[in-house]
């Protein structure tokens, strides 16, 4: 089963358009899968591992979408006692400004509208975020993509994103079935079809000039790629110290 990908074929998401109830249902239908299906309990273990009481620590958020993903990682890091300090980007206005309206009580949080590929924030972080995203760009703009997250980190990097597979395919078809919105829909499927499988994503990140990288599967249908301790070289993973993503 081969990827599809037909940048003229984009999802419901990414096209220009106003604040829409629609639009707002899509993004609280996001939210609810990465909560469903793992995917704040997988970014919960990795903060696990890197992240040390009373201490700051600067985030990038890419493709932030509604950002509930950054809002997870604020209310883990609060109830350790530990500051995140979060840019997190997207390039749809519409997105940002339903992202903004939830993010009210999370000052840590600072959207910003940019091109994942061309964002030039100035400054470094140390971790750089990327969730189901991966999947909206063809093969070259993922590498390029990959490239900006080791370019803009110097500690961490975490992305991770659907793993095709005929598995997937049928999950993303059985759970759409039921639903009503069009927008949900057409992207979950299409999301399906786009995305990359297990040996793509591996070779996505090798020539993005990643070195030492980890690279685990998640449950229901999801697949993640990471570096980290950076700031000490390059240091062999050990498998047996790696967070389970199950």
Excluded: K
């Amino acid at each position: 089963m081969s990827r599809h990908f037909d940048p003229a074929d984009s999802e419901f998401m990414d096209r220009p358009q106003p604040v829409s109830p629609e639009l707002e249902r899509h993004l609280a239908a996001l939210e609810a899968m990465n909560r469903s299906t793992g995917s704040h309990r997988v970014v919960r273990r990795f903060l696990a591992r890197w992240w040390n009481p009373d201490r700051c620590y600067r985030v990038l958020d890419l493709c932030t979408g509604g950002a509930d993903i950054p809002r997870e990682m604020v209310r883990w890091a609060r109830a350790r006692g530990i500051t995140a300090r979060i840019d997190a980007i997207d390039g749809n206005e519409s997105t940002l400004e339903i992202a903004r309206r939830h993010c009210e009580d999370f000052p840590e949080i600072h959207l910003f509208r940019g091109d994942a590929l061309r964002y030039e924030p100035g400054e470094t972080f140390d971790l750089v975020h990327c969730s189901l995203s991966l999947h909206h760009f063809s093969d070259e703009d993922a590498v390029r993509l990959l490239r900006r997250c080791s370019d803009l980190s110097t500690r961490w990097i975490l992305v991770s994103d659907l793993e095709r597979h005929p598995l997937t395919t049928a999950a993303v078809w059985l759970l759409t079935t039921f639903c009503r919105d069009a927008m949900t829909v057409h992207d979950g499927r299409l999301s399906a079809r786009r995305a990359f499988s297990w040996g793509e994503m591996r070779e996505l990140a090798i020539a993005a000039g990643w070195e030492n990288f980890g690279h685990g599967r998640c449950l229901l249908c999801r697949q993640a790629i990471w570096m980290e301790n950076r700031e000490f070289g390059e240091i062999p993973l050990d498998p047996a110290s790696m967070p389970s993503l199950a």
